[in-house]
Structure formats: C-alpha cells, structure tokens
C-alpha cells in the first residue's frame, strides 16, 4: 500500500506564494511520474503539471511562467511552488503518482485546499 500525503496549502492574497509538497510512502519499488491536479468548486479535475522521473515537465497553459513542479527522488516527494497567485486559482490540490509496487498502480493524496483570496 502506498500513501500521498499534501502538504502547505492555505489562503493566500492575490499576487501571492504558496509552496505544496507531497510525499509518498510505503511499498514503492518506483515512482515514474508524479503530478499535481486541481478541482474547483462546480468544475471537473484538471491538469496543473507533471513530472517524470528524469525532471521533464509539463504545464497547463493557464499556469505556465507561475507555477513551477519538481521533485526529490530520493525523498519520494513532489513539490509545486505557486507565484502570482489569482483567484481563480481556487481549488482543492490533488497529488497524483504513477508508482510501481511492483504493481503499477496510479496513486492519489487526499487533496488540500489553496483560496486565493483578499
């Protein structure tokens, strides 16, 4: 069994910093890609970044230049550092990982609430 735990969420002004981390424990051989999502209220998951193993990142357009994704390998954990925070930018943030136990199965955190609000 493995679990993602999110961490450094909060409420934010506009224009503001916010830094989330995730770290996964328990039964992992490996952990390809890792990535963070975002569910606002009223709307579906989507897409914020990803990263694979080797550092390559993808962004979604609406925070490219804003958010930046890495991770630790040795320390299992993914990290998403948010600047020029909106308020659109409201959501619960969902850690994901693509983890091989040796099964592959796709692991999710329990998400954490970021409010951009003045």
């Known amino acids: 069994q493995v679990q993602l735990v999110e961490s450094g969420g909060g409420l934010v002004q506009p224009g503001g910093s916010l830094r989330l981390s995730c770290v996964a424990s328990?039964?992992?051989?490996?952990?390809?890609?890792m990535g963070w999502y975002r569910q606002a209220p009223g709307k579906e998951r989507e897409l914020v970044a990803t990263v694979t193993n080797g550092g390559n990142t993808n962004y979604a357009d609406s925070v490219k230049g804003r958010f930046t994704i890495s991770r630790d390998n040795g320390k299992n954990t993914v990290y998403l550092e948010m600047n020029s925070l909106k308020p659109e930018d409201t959501a619960v943030f969902y850690c994901?990982?693509?983890?091989?136990?040796?099964?592959?199965?796709?692991?999710w955190g329990q998400g954490i609430q970021v409010t951009v609000s003045s």
């Open positions: 328990g039964s992992i051989i490996r952990i390809n890609d």
């Open positions: 994901n990982a693509d983890v091989l136990t040796p099964r592959r199965i796709i692991y």
